[in-house]
């Protein structure tokens, strides 16, 4: 059956999407012959099937548009067997709050360290993050003379303490990954403050 008013006989039409994927469709895919009467509208309808079969062509092949740049990063404390759970100073020893100045914004956290009663990091540790850089950070009666592995966050340099309030014997320099075993630097189950600064 041809086209009402056209001798033309309609050709296969060949897509080609950017992605190199090619669409071939027959006449029969185009056009539908007990709608189109007259000249017009068969071109009308061509149009519109063309318009149809193009989108079609081109979302079938697909584009990824995830972001290329995300890609999960296991945590350094990861490997450790952290939790995932963060402490702040102040669960870790109430005196560790910070006295807001009036008219001054307080200052940004720096990041977090991870200590644990085991050398090589082994469990039980804690991660204790939301300290100033310079502030001393009391370790409490948990983890007071109890820990023999320290590690900050990369970018951070700190200095353990044998003493509350940042005094006494001090290790420092500390940075990433940190001290495995604080028995080499004569300073293990003898921590009782640090202090950290990015």
Avoid: H
């Avoid at 006295?99 to 200052?107: E, I, N, S, V, Y």
């Avoid at 200095?159 to 940075?175: E, H, L, M, P």
Wanted: aromatic share 12%; hydrophobic share 35%; with cysteine.
């Amino acid at each position: 059956m041809g086209i009402v008013g056209w001798p033309y006989k309609p050709q296969p039409v060949v897509l080609k999407s950017p992605g190199s994927a090619v669409l071939q469709l027959q006449p029969t895919q185009l056009f539908i012959p007990a709608l189109t009467r007259s000249r017009s509208s068969t071109c009308t309808m061509f149009a519109v099937k063309l318009a149809v079969a193009a989108f079609t062509a081109l979302f079938a092949v697909g584009v990824n548009a995830s972001p290329t740049g995300l890609v999960y990063r296991a945590d350094w404390k990861d490997q450790y067997g952290w939790d995932g759970k963060v402490t702040t100073p102040v669960e870790l020893d109430p005196k560790n709050a910070v006295k807001p100045t009036p008219g001054k914004p307080a200052p940004a956290a720096i990041g977090g360290v991870y200590f644990c009663k085991n050398a090589n990091f082994v469990t039980p540790c804690v991660y204790v993050s939301g300290f100033n850089s310079g502030q001393c950070v009391g370790v409490g009666s948990d983890w007071n003379d109890v820990v023999s592995s320290f590690g900050p966050d990369q970018g951070l340099t700190c200095t353990i303490y044998s003493d509350a309030n940042c005094v006494g014997r001090a290790t420092g320099g500390v940075v990433y990954p940190g001290i495995y075993n604080l028995a080499d630097y004569n300073n293990n189950d003898a921590m009782s403050s640090f202090r950290c600064t990015n």
